[in-house]
């Protein structure tokens, strides 16, 4: 039997036997974990690291009082640790779909309440964890925690309600800003973050509509709540609510994707908050790019070249080059995207761009070549097939900045592991990530037209933690490379979990940080063995 089904075996029997503890009358007072839990105080503290600006969500108190271990039976093997317990709200009541997850070096278990408040995980191993909890209508919070060497333990949880302001986002006028954008394009529309301090700044860039996992609350739009919520926000103008996890002051930004727009501060006892912004003034920040399709060998223009504007939250607007091979998109959103580009008989390409706010990118001459047929295939350390692996590929000789590496297409492989891609003569990278983790890479030179197999060897990874001053490093990539070039991994350190770490195989890197500006801030050569390792950044 395979360890999911173990996992979901184990926790299921966990999730029954504890189900019916409590359906049976069980005293919910008597929990002396629980008890010792609720009537602690909560404190306010930051979580390493947290975001630059962003402040810390509220912190639970220390584990100690919420953890007790069961047996000391031997642990297996398979299963690893379980954990178990209840999340309650801030009168005691049980909390049912909240949401509990472990975080521990590139490791992200989760699992959610049932109706009496009770979950259980299985998968985990004895150590530090960071334990991240939420509940609709309540404040998240994140607690290091320490599992002891014990098959199974139970923690307890306590959440406290948030602290709801509900905003308003209006023109001049005094209209809702929605009614003026409703009938735009828009990929993304402004949203509000808080943070303990006032924002002063413009956030990295981002390929998200939104940046995730900052600050210090939650935006919910309107439109994304539930009845009757969302009727009663609707009727009286509101853009959504900012949920809190501390209580005011803070300070409120308004953003469009990375952009501040405006930041106001949060009195305490306050509810309501007002943005006054016109359709015009977000019209002003949307960006633009031209570029021209060329033959490589005769430098002639190519028409009938069709390139897509891509983001996370989908495909834009399409465009066809001229006669001379020209071709222009404008009202982008400003950040990064990706154009999707393709022509009969020539390389499909995806060129991840950064779109500047209230100007214009010049992608100057872009050369597409002929077609050329890639076949490859997955093989795992003992030199089997491998299937259901996410393929990807990069072209090396298109990066002319440190752009994230491309992840969301992948390419199929049959029962022998072999799969078939079209690329075009330049030189390529490939990786490969199968479900237990494991990860391979492979380099391809189609510069000559011709392109040899592409084996993808996957071996078993390490995890390396990434240790670094968010504040400090607002901004900056991180491109980890091996030593002939290829790059691995790219990663933008903004304090959110998404960057707090990766999993490679063992081996030699070169971990290269850069500045907004793209300036080579160090390069530090570093090892992988078979543990986990952590990486000082830059």
Known sequence: MDRLKLFVIAETAILAALATTWMLGRDPGASSASNALRSEPLSVRPAEPMNAGGGAVRVERSASAAESAGPREEIDAELGV??????????????????????????????????????????LAPGSWLLRAGAEGHARIESPRQLVDAAWQTIDVDLSPWYAVRVRIDTKSGEPLGKGIEDQNWEAAPYVVATAEPLERDLPLTEHNRVPLFGVGQWKRAEDLSEPARSELGTGGYAGELYLDREPPVYASLLLRHLRLETQRIEPGQRELRFVLDPSDLESKLGSLRIRFVDPDSGAPLSGVRMRFASAQGVGGEKVSDADGRARMEHLMPGIGALDIGARDREVMELRVRVPSGAELDLGDLALSPRVICRGRVIDERGEPAMDTHVTWDNLDRRSWPAPLFDRRSAGQDAEGRFNIRVGRQRYVFHGRDRQGRRGYALLDARDGVAEEVVLRLQSAAHVRFRYDASECSGYLVVIHTPDGAPFHVVALDGSLLSRGVDLPPGSYIATTYDAADRIVKARPFTVGAETSELALP
């Open 82 to 123: 379980g954990v178990c317990g209840t999340v309650r709200g801030a009168q005691g009541q049980f909390l049912a779909g909240a949401s509990v997850s472990f975080v521990r070096d590139g490791t992200w278990l989760s699992a959610r309440t049932a109706a009496n408040g009770v979950y259980a995980l299985g998968g």
